[in-house]
């Protein structure tokens, strides 16, 4: 089975502190990706990468980067978190075969106070 | 892109078969309905794909109407397990967009002992 590791369940940072949240899949996926889940307004694609050091931009990347050093890992980076960047995020992974799957870990829910 | 459109809940009754239905009139040819639920505080888990012929696997059915206009999952034999929130999505297949995944706010399935 696919697993998709998110280092932390909860998270709570206080406003202008650099936040960095880590995923980790074991199955070799080339694509890994970042969403944010917020009542109402489903999930929305953050970041995207597809190869080590390859990344493109999701639907709201402001205020957000990313980096892919090896190809398990993709971590997500709040330069200076914000009250609303409050959210449930969520890593995926998925093989670079665009019929393939997105496999997801089981979320870290940010609180920025 | 092709937007989905789901009833916000459900109710069914345990052991009973759960039809969820899903309409995406605007669905090209080449784009793939994905079924995914989320139960609470978990990430999304991937249930089925299709793109035009009826699917089946362990977990789920999926019937897609001929013109692919809308899709119904159809869970088996409900259990108290599956209550969740169900997402229908029409993935992409261009080679430039086909790691874009749109989630909308699903259907929330009651299921009811």
């Known amino acids: 089975d696919v697993k998709v590791t998110q280092s932390s369940r909860y998270l709570v940072k206080r406003t202008g502190e650099k936040v960095f949240l880590e995923c980790v899949q074991d199955?070799?996926?080339?694509?890994m990706f970042w969403y944010r889940q917020d009542p109402g307004l489903g999930l929305r694609l953050i970041y995207f990468?597809?190869?080590?050091?390859?990344?493109e931009k999701g639907d709201i990347p402001e205020g957000y980067s990313v980096s892919r050093e090896k190809k398990e890992r993709f971590s997500l980076i709040l330069e200076s978190a914000s009250t609303n960047q409050t959210s449930m995020y969520l890593c995926a992974s998925s093989l670079s075969s665009q019929f393939s799957p997105l496999h997801f870990g089981n979320g870290t829910r940010l609180t920025v106070t | 892109d092709a937007k989905t459109t789901q009833p916000p809940s459900m109710d069914c009754a345990e052991g009973r078969a759960a039809n969820l239905p899903c309409n995406h009139s605007?669905?090209?040819?080449?784009?793939?309905v994905y079924w995914y639920r989320q139960i609470h505080s978990q990430g999304p888990q991937y249930i089925i794909h299709g793109l035009k012929n009826n699917e089946t696997n362990e977990m789920a059915s999926l019937i897609i109407t001929e013109d692919r206009k809308s899709s119904t999952l159809i869970l088996p034999h409900a259990t108290l397990r599956d209550t969740a929130v169900y997402y229908c999505?029409?993935?992409?297949?261009?080679?430039?967009?086909?790691?874009?995944?749109?989630f909308g706010s699903g259907t929330k399935l009651n299921v009811k002992p």
């Open positions: 990468s597809y190869d080590v050091k390859m990344k």
């Open positions: 199955m070799d996926h080339e694509n």
């Open positions: 605007t669905i090209s040819g080449n784009e793939y």
């Open positions: 999505i029409v993935r992409p297949t261009s080679r430039y967009n086909f790691n874009k995944f749109y």
